[in-house]
T-cell receptor, first 115, second 111 residues
Framework: DAGVTQSPTHLIKTRGQHVTLRCSPISGHKSVSWYQQVLGQGPQFIFQYYEKEERVRGNFPDRFSARQFPNYSSELNVNALLLGDSALYLC??????????????FGSGTRLTVV | GQQLNQSPQSMFIQEGEDVSMNCTSSSIFNTWLWYKQDPGEGPVLLIALYKAGELTSNGRLTAQFGITRKDSFLNISASIPSDVGIYFCAGPTGANSKLTFGKGITLSVRP
C-alpha cells in the first residue's frame, strides 16, 4: 500500500507569489493535517481537515488555506509568499484525525524555498 | 500554548553506546509520542505511550511515560550508525486533533 504522498518534493518561489502543495493520504484515511517545519525546529501544526471540512486551525495567518477533496486528498495554498515561509511542509494522514490512537503517518514533505 | 522541551540540541555518541534523551513539559500530556526524522523525510513514529508510568520497548528502543505526565524518556541501546537522525517527542492536544512537537535532538553516532 502507498503511504502518504506529497508533491512536488521541492519548489522555489519568489516573494509575493502563490504556491499550491498537494497531498494524497493513505487509502482509507479520512483526515489530513498540514505542518510547517522550519530548519532546526519541530513541525508546527497549521490545520487539519476531516471529511472535507477544516476541523482545527493552528496559529497561522489567513495567507495559509487548504481544502480537502472527495477522495480525501488535500491542497495547501499559501498566498503572498514571504521569505519566512521557506520550510519543509509536511502532510500527515490518519483515519479519524483525533483520539489518542489517531495513528498519524507523515509524508516526506515538500521543501519550499522562497527567494 | 503547550510546549515540549528537548535538550541538548545535539548529542554525539560512539557506536555501541547507549543514549538517553528526555522531553519535558509544563503541561500535562495524556499521550507521549517519539518520532525519528531522517534527512529529506517526514517523521516516523517510533513509540507511543498512553499511560502514566508506562514503559514500552521497540527493539533497541525503550521509552517511558513519566508518572507526573509532564515528561517522557527515550533510551536507545547499543547504538548503530543508522540511529543517526533527529528525534522528536510529541503530544496530541486540542481533542487530540493536532500534535505539538519538541524542537528535536540531533543524534550523531561515530563508528
Amino acid at each position: 500500500d502507498a503511504g502518504v504522498t506529497q508533491s512536488p518534493t521541492h519548489l522555489i518561489k519568489t516573494r509575493g507569489q502563490h504556491v499550491t502543495l498537494r497531498c494524497s493520504p493513505i487509502s482509507g484515511h479520512k483526515s489530513v493535517s498540514w505542518y510547517q517545519q522550519v530548519l532546526g525546529q519541530g513541525p508546527q501544526f497549521i490545520f487539519q481537515y476531516y471529511e472535507k471540512e477544516e476541523r482545527v486551525r493552528g496559529n497561522f495567518p489567513d495567507r495559509f488555506s487548504a481544502r480537502q477533496f472527495p477522495n480525501y486528498s488535500s491542497e495547501l495554498n499559501v498566498n503572498a509568499l514571504l521569505l519566512g515561509d521557506s520550510a519543509l511542509y509536511l502532510c500527515a494522514s490518519s483515519w479519524l484525525g483525533q483520539g489518542r490512537d489517531a495513528g498519524y503517518t507523515f509524508g516526506s514533505g515538500t521543501r519550499l524555498t522562497v527567494v | 500554548g503547550q510546549q515540549l522541551n528537548q535538550s541538548p540540541q545535539s548529542m554525539f555518541i560512539q557506536e555501541g553506546e547507549d543514549v538517553s534523551m528526555n522531553c519535558t513539559s509544563s503541561s500535562i500530556f495524556n499521550t507521549w509520542l517519539w518520532y525519528k526524522q531522517d534527512p529529506g523525510e517526514g517523521p516516523v513514529l517510533l513509540i507511543a505511550l498512553y499511560k502514566a508510568g508506562e514503559l514500552t520497548s521497540n527493539g533497541r528502543l525503550t521509552a517511558q511515560f513519566g508518572i507526573t505526565r509532564k515528561d517522557s524518556f527515550l533510551n536507545i541501546s547499543a547504538s548503530i550508525p543508522s540511529d543517526v537522525g533527529i528525534y522528536f517527542c510529541a503530544g496530541p492536544t486540542g481533542a487530540n486533533s493536532k500534535l505539538t512537537f519538541g524542537k528535536g535532538i540531533t543524534l550523531s553516532v561515530r563508528p
